[in-house]
């Protein structure tokens, strides 16, 4: 399992690997909001933690359909399902390797790019704590929504429609929490729902992968 | 002898069609079973039907648990690791260390460092090969494993096999050339093509 891990994580950093371009795109996105809605710092503050959330979500979803694709183009998928890793420890670290590789990294670069979008002082930390907690999820789910339109051609906008549902609770906890922090608000409700979203679909979704995963490899 | 796989009565279905029934036969340690048939006959259905790819649609497949690998007719290389890598971490995966005994029979010594993208389609094929001696296990199923393969490499391919039966493994493979492997039994799947089932009311004929 921490071979797969580490031939994951190398594999990201090789060339053409994406590490980085989900990083990239958030910074765009980021970026582009300003010109969108007005430089008016105060109206920046107020939509930073929801602009953030978004941005990140969106990153995400960028490099999900390479989890699995992959793999089940060049046969590994198959060599690895008869291999001795049950399905559902593979699907689980290749969940962990894209939060690795995407979550993370975006957890780490929130503070930055809170500061392109003027996000007050206080809102740093209690958005920096949600995306820890929530962007777990959102690669869990993704793997999953990756496993179900694995061997489909040009199936990343298929996967996108089935993901992004799927993404609302995580979203909404997540963004109510960064806000209710910038706003001095006690956020301990969000939190625990957040966490809770998170935890519940690291515990169940791997088995739901790993039975997608087994039926389309037929 | 100890029976490596056993078959009897199997089968299978592609894409939700019945391509081969009725299949029986054992594989016995240190044997070898080549499977021979036209092509769209079903030979890859039944080889990843025993592999545990996918279920048979009746019939069973008795083989001791992990104890077999298979290969298909891609070789689940990674384009930007080196070969090193790439065999490593099947080694890794199967709970091996020791990768160097492959790398000398496949003659992949002097492309070690080499990323496997930039190997050849033979070279790539010898090292989908090597995988298989770096897995331990003893039973190899095989699709089209000499496919790309010159002379030369068959013959490598030839020696390891001969090897792994001499060492107790069995294989089962699915080629259309001789391998010049004398004790290799032989298999024509033809026989065991699937007949198209008789619709049984008139709305089985749309289904």
């Given amino acids: 399992m921490i071979a797969l891990l580490v031939r994951d994580l190398k594999l990201a950093m090789r060339a053409g690997g994406g590490f980085g371009l989900g990083l990239a795109f958030f910074l765009i996105v980021v970026t582009l909001v300003p010109f969108g809605v007005g430089p008016k710092s105060s109206l920046l503050a107020a939509i930073a933690p929801g602009i953030l959330w978004l941005g990140a979500l969106l990153a995400c979803l960028l ?13 590994s998928l198959d060599l690895l399902a008869t291999a001795p890793l049950p399905m559902e420890a593979i699907v689980s670290v290749k969940a962990l390797a894209h939060w690795a590789t995407t979550g993370l990294p975006l957890v780490v670069a929130a503070p930055i790019f809170g500061l392109l979008l ?7 930390k209690p958005l920096i704590l949600s995306l820890i907690l929530g962007t777990p999820a959102l690669s869990v789910i993704g793997t999953f929504g990756a496993a179900l339109t694995v061997g489909l ?33 006690d956020n301990t409700t969000p939190m625990l729902m957040l966490a809770g979203i998170t935890c519940g679909t690291i515990a169940l979704l791997p088995f739901a992968s790993a039975a997608a995963l087994r039926v389309n490899l037929r | 002898m100890v029976m ?15 391509v081969l029934e009725g299949i029986s036969f054992t594989l016995a340690s240190g044997q070898a079973l080549v499977l021979r048939g036209p092509n769209g006959i079903g030979k890859t259905t039944l080889l990843r039907t025993i ?22 007719h891609t070789d689940g290389l990674k384009a930007t690791l080196s070969v090193l890598e790439n065999l490593n971490f099947w080694a890794q995966v199967f709970g091996n260390k020791d990768i160097s005994g492959a790398m000398k029979q496949y003659e992949l010594t002097t ?10 389609a033979g070279q790539k094929r010898r090292l989908g090969l090597a995988r298989l001696l770096v897995t331990g296990r003893l039973v190899w ?19 390891a096999v001969r090897a792994h039966l001499g060492q107790g493994g069995s294989a089962l493979m699915a080629t ?16 065991y093509r699937a007949k198209a089932p008789e619709p049984d009311d008139f709305d089985g004929v749309f289904l």
């Fill in chain 1, 63 to 75: 490099s999900l359909d390479r989890i699995f694709a992959l793999d089940w183009e060049d046969g």
């Fill in chain 1, 118 to 124: 003027n996000l007050p002082v206080e809102g740093y």
């Fill in chain 1, 153 to 185: 051609k040009r199936g990343g906008l298929l996967l996108s429609l089935l993901v992004l549902p799927l993404y609302v609770p995580t979203l909404i906890f997540g963004a109510e929490m960064a806000r209710r922090g910038v706003a001095g608000l």
């Fill in chain 2, 4 to 18: 490596a796989i056993s078959v009897s009565d199997l089968s299978v279905a592609r894409g939700g069609i019945k």
């Fill in chain 2, 51 to 72: 592999a545990g790819l996918q279920p048979p649609i009746s019939g069973k497949v008795e083989a001791t648990p992990e104890s077999i690998v298979y290969a298909g």
């Fill in chain 2, 111 to 120: 492309l070690a460092d080499r990323p496997a993208g930039a190997l050849s």
């Fill in chain 2, 141 to 159: 199923v095989l699709d089209e494993p000499t496919v790309s393969l010159d002379r030369d490499a068959v013959a490598m391919f030839a020696g």
């Fill in chain 2, 176 to 191: 259309h050339i001789d391998l010049g492997l004398d004790e290799a039994a032989i298999l024509d799947v033809a026989p």
